[in-house]
């Protein structure tokens, strides 16, 4: 079956530490991988889309990779900051209509 | 501001009771979803709509019914024959209504449904 996963244990670093938040899935030839933020009680807010032919992409404090071979994700937050504590969701989309979500991993970053 | 307004942020149903929630963008984007959260799974697909007066079933229609009269609109309706509808609902748009693929979604800020 198809399957996205995240790890569902929460993620606890220190600040100024650099976070990694892992995504691996299964049976899906994904087009794009994309991730969002969620807050508690929130809608998830859009942070990065990579490609399935690029490897790495940035943006600020930023990084993602994506290694088709692996069929995973890796999301690094560098210098973290108690403001990066929340629910990290990783996401698929293969090249239709349809976004499929991971579970997400918590992010709590202690000062 | 541009965005999507979910209208009530909580709402309660009461056994037996369609309920409506609403979904509103002023993104003029083509696609909308609706999404269920339920704690420790990822967000399910209930339905989404590519362009007006069309939608489709997502993987959790069963107990739920759409429609898109209007680009902006794309209210959700929780029937009677839901029997487990306690959760958080997301409704979400996407500019690629021509199937481009990338479907970035943007939320609004969530409906938590509870029963009374």
């Known amino acids: 079956s198809q399957k996205i996963e995240q790890n569902s244990e929460a993620l606890n670093i220190q600040e100024g530490k650099t976070a990694t938040l892992t995504c691996n899935y299964t049976?899906?030839?994904?087009?794009?991988l994309q991730w969002y933020r969620q807050d508690p009680g929130r809608g998830p807010v859009f942070l990065l889309l990579?490609?399935?032919?690029?490897k790495e992409k940035r943006k600020e404090r930023l990084k993602v990779t994506f290694d088709t071979t692996l069929k995973q994700s890796l999301f690094h937050i560098t210098a973290s900051q108690p403001a990066d504590s929340a629910t990290y969701l990783c996401a698929l989309a293969t090249g239709g209509f349809k976004t499929i979500f991971g579970a997400g991993t918590r992010l709590f970053v202690k000062a | 501001d541009g965005g999507i307004t979910q209208s009530p942020k909580y709402l309660f149903r009461k056994e037996g009771q369609n309920v409506t929630l609403s979904c509103e963008q002023n993104?003029?984007?083509?696609?909308m979803y609706w999404y269920r959260q339920d704690p420790g799974q990822g967000l399910r697909l209930i339905y989404y709509?590519?362009?007006?007066?069309?939608?489709q079933k997502g993987d959790i229609a069963e107990g739920y019914s759409v429609s898109r009269e209007k680009k902006e609109s794309f209210p959700l309706t929780v029937t009677s024959a839901q029997k487990n509808p306690t959760a958080f609902y997301l409704c979400?748009?996407?500019?690629?209504?021509?199937?481009?693929?990338?479907?970035?979604?943007?939320f609004g800020a969530g409906t938590r449904l509870s029963v009374l």
């Open positions: 979400a748009s996407s500019i690629d209504g021509a199937g481009a693929g990338k479907n970035i979604q943007y």
């Open positions: 990579i490609r399935e032919n690029e």
């Open positions: 993104l003029n984007h083509d696609a």
């Open positions: 049976n899906y030839s994904p087009a794009y």
């Open positions: 709509s590519q362009i007006v007066n069309d939608f």
